[in-house]
């Protein structure tokens, strides 16, 4: 990977992370005025796979075969990247403190260095250890995990499922796209997994309800379908595809170690828009995250060691 190349895919990275970081700020009126959190994703993941759709089919200029050959690869995408990891995360926050729950989702990246080295057998190099400990306790600093915490294996479990679910977003998203557009990838996946997700909220399995209340937006009352749009277009459909193309240039590991700048970015969000404390330790912990993955992104990448490069999907399978 050339120099070039991986500083554009930090640019990718860095605005991915803006993008999905804009999702929580625009939902939490959505949710406050009667939607669900399901039901909120459900519609925010199909609004985005239709946006994307038509970019999707003209990124491919007739390919078909590159689709049916990423097929198992979409619908891992679908199934854990996009219905599955939300799924089982909001199923946490309903049982644990959210700040706990967002905590143990976004220590995916921890995961990726422990899976790699359990893979390779090798230890990770030094400046990984050193990031991945200094990252961390960047995002325990954002996250601010503390207040009413309770004990609840089950939710934990789920929140540990979240997060095994986001590092098998990235290696997914990180696997080489054997000519399959990461828009591409990222469009159908979105609404195959918007579909399942509604197929689960007409099962009751999960609270599924919408309502036509105004929200307030920008300091002024607004129209329901109004952040869901700018939810479903930038914080979907520009998040995810930017995403995905963040990681096939990056690799799973460095891609998703970036990826914690959505916390901070959250954070900022909440600020400007609802008017919520930012406090030092904030500030401090989004600090300590950018200099986590300047030492990840220090190291010098050996190809056989890349997380990234795991077999591909339709290999696994059989």
Known sequence: MTRSSTSLGLVIA??????????????KPLLESGWSPA????????????????????????RWSALWRARWRVFAMALIGVAGTQLVYFAAIERIPV??????EYMAPLLLVGWAWARTRRMPKLVVLIGSVVALCGLI????????????????????????????????????????????????????????????????????????RDVPMFGAPVSWWVPLLVIGVVATAIAYSTSIAASEMLGSRLASFVGLLEVVAATFYAWLLLGEQLTIPQLFGGLLILIGIAFVRSEKTDAAIEPASVPPLESVRT
Do not use: E
């Open 39 to 62: 039901a909120a994703v459900t519609v925010r993941v199909l609004i985005g796979g239709i946006v994307l759709a038509p970019v999707a089919i003209m990124s491919l200029r007739g």
């Open 14 to 27: 860095v605005i991915a992370a803006a993008t999905f970081g804009l999702s929580g700020a625009l939902a």
């Open 99 to 104: 700040g706990t729950a967002v905590l143990i």
């Open 141 to 212: 600093l954002v996250v601010s995990p503390g207040g009413a915490a309770r004990f609840d294996a089950f939710g934990l479990t789920l929140a540990l499922a979240a997060m095994v679910g986001c590092a098998i977003y990235y290696l997914v998203a990180a696997q080489p796209s054997d000519g399959l557009p990461a828009v591409a990838l990222a469009g159908f996946g979105l609404l195959l997994g918007g579909l399942l997700l509604g197929l689960i909220g007409l099962t009751g399995l999960v609270p599924f309800t919408t309502s036509t």
